[in-house]
């Protein structure tokens, strides 16, 4: 089930979520026209390596240093164009109202603190772990998190792959984003009962970071921004530009 578009008219230009795509993007690109060796000397020395901050935490300056800086920079490394494209059309879709409502520099901020407590909480439930955890997936599932709490009720275009054919569903947001994080879950618990990374996914990393994202977007939003009052009735027709025209 792949989202094609939630039809939730924003009144702003997200600025941000427009921004923190462009800069994956760039990165993405330089890296792919690095070296090999290069290439991966750079996601071990700017991904988390869990064992490296289990082992030497925070204490030692040296490594103090690198493991702070190692939880923001991993959130702009992409290890594929397929783990690129998913994670900035999801931000894309999702990342827009969050931010219309949070306001730039709120959203750029909850953004990073989803991002970050999603990678420790990766860390706490996998410190053996010498795999470098790179990504933006943890911060978008906060993104997803916050747009749950926000707009439950919205609807959301998704498409289903049938025998090759693609189909179209008008979906509630609480069912997509609810069947995302059940995915989420039976994965990452098959990743603790098997004491590895199922996948190559850091599926605790969904996990926290949507129910951080779920629990502190309240925070972030001011007055009456936070209710739920986006939705339309069902029933009531959308035009796909009008999100983009308010």
Same mark, same amino acid.
């Given at each position: 089930m792949i989202p094609i578009q939630d039809i939730v008219p924003r009144k702003t230009f997200p600025v941000v979520t427009v921004s923190l795509i462009i800069l994956n993007t760039l990165i993405f690109?330089?890296?792919?026209?690095?070296?090999?060796?290069?290439?991966?000397?750079?996601?071990?020395?700017?991904?988390?390596?869990?064992?490296?901050?289990?082992? @030497?935490? &925070?204490?030692?300056?040296?490594? #103090?240093?690198?493991?702070?800086?190692s939880l923001f920079t991993a959130m702009f490394l992409h290890g594929g164009w397929i783990h690129l494209l998913g994670n900035m059309w999801t931000l894309w879709i999702f990342g827009d109202n969050v931010e219309d409502r949070m306001g730039h520099k709120r959203f750029l901020i909850f953004y990073l603190l989803c991002g970050v407590a999603a990678t420790l909480i990766h860390v706490w439930l996998h410190p053996d772990s010498t795999i470098p955890m790179i990504g933006a997936s943890g911060a978008i599932s906060g993104v997803l998190g916050a747009y749950y709490g926000l707009f439950p009720l919205a609807r959301v275009i998704v498409m289903v792959p049938i025998f090759? @054919?693609? &189909?179209?569903?008008?979906?509630? #947001?609480v069912l997509y984003i609810g069947w995302w994080y059940l995915l989420q879950l039976f994965s990452g618990t098959l990743s603790i009962l098997h004491g590895k990374i199922v996948g190559g996914v850091a599926w605790w990393a969904h996990i926290g970071g949507f129910l951080v994202g779920l629990f502190l977007?309240?925070?972030?939003?001011?007055?009456?921004?936070?209710?739920?009052?986006?939705?339309?009735?069902?029933?009531?027709?959308?035009?796909?530009?009008e999100k983009f025209n308010r």
């Open positions: 690109i330089l890296m792919v026209n690095l070296p090999v060796s290069v290439r991966e000397a750079l996601v071990i020395n700017f991904g988390v390596v869990p064992a490296r901050i289990t082992q @030497f935490g &925070f204490g030692e300056a040296g490594k #103090a240093f690198q493991n702070v800086i090759f @054919f693609p &189909f179209f569903f008008e979906i509630p #947001a977007h309240r925070l972030f939003c001011v007055g009456k921004k936070c209710f739920r009052d986006e939705v339309r009735p069902w029933g009531v027709s959308y035009n796909l530009g």
